[in-house]
């Protein structure tokens, strides 16, 4: 059975300090990888999404990056994050191949910036 | 262009009651059609999808949803609420990619 983790799962940072946070799925070969930020009790916007590794698109501009250094693994990062960045960060994986468009979703990560 | 919408923010029904949750799309196509739960503090949950075939897609826990072309709509329902269903429902819709509406939140009251 395939499994998501991300991690960590809350942080507290400040304005102006680095991010980076980590997806991993297991149990799934070359899937499809996403990233999704959700304001507080908010709508899903989509960010980035990956098809293979070392290839990232991005979807909007938030002044985050991303990156897909193994099959299995996806990072979201910024060097410098914004008050406006707190949210909730949501990693999902869609298979390759026919069910392609259904996602599947991680336990989140939690950010506060203050 | 793909939209979503859930045009009710928040929906609250007793425990036992019937459920609709509502959702229409915008698509000039057939998309594929899904619905999500998401449980406080935590990720989201397919709860159902539909591609093709019988309009009635089954899901778990109890929810199904009915895609009805001429309406654009994809509607959750549920025959019997539980207090535990109390959660944010997000509709999604994808073709080129995936969008989803804003959510529904159901409060179940005992």
């Known amino acids: 059975a395939q499994t998501i983790h991300q991690w960590p799962v809350a942080e507290i940072k400040a304005v102006g300090s680095p991010l980076s946070l980590g997806c991993t799925i297991k149990g799934k070969s070359s899937p499809n990888l996403y990233w999704y930020w959700q304001a507080t009790g908010g709508t899903l916007q989509q960010l980035f999404y990956?098809?293979?590794?070392?290839?990232v698109e991005s979807v909007v501009q938030l002044n985050l990056s991303a990156s897909r250094p193994k099959d299995d693994q996806f990072i979201l990062s910024t060097e410098k994050l914004l008050l406006s960045h707190s949210g909730f960060y949501l990693c999902a994986w869609s298979p390759t191949g026919g069910d392609q468009d259904t996602q599947y979703f991680g336990p989140g990560t939690r950010l506060l910036v203050l | 262009a793909q939209s979503v919408t859930q045009p009710d923010a928040r929906v609250t029904v007793s425990e036992g009651a019937s459920l609709q949750l509502r959702c229409k799309y915008s698509y000039s196509g057939t998309p594929y059609l899904f619905w999500y739960v998401q449980y406080p503090r935590q990720g989201l949950q397919l709860l159902l999808k539909y591609y093709s075939g019988d309009p009635v897609v089954q899901g778990v826990n109890g929810f199904e949803a009915e895609f009805i072309k001429s309406n654009s709509s994809f509607h959750l329902r549920k025959a019997s609420v539980h207090w535990s269903d109390s959660a944010v429902y997000f509709c999604a819709v994808s073709a080129v990619r995936i969008f989803f509406g804003d959510g529904t939140q159901l409060v179940v009251k005992p």
């Open positions: 990956s098809i293979t590794v070392g290839q």
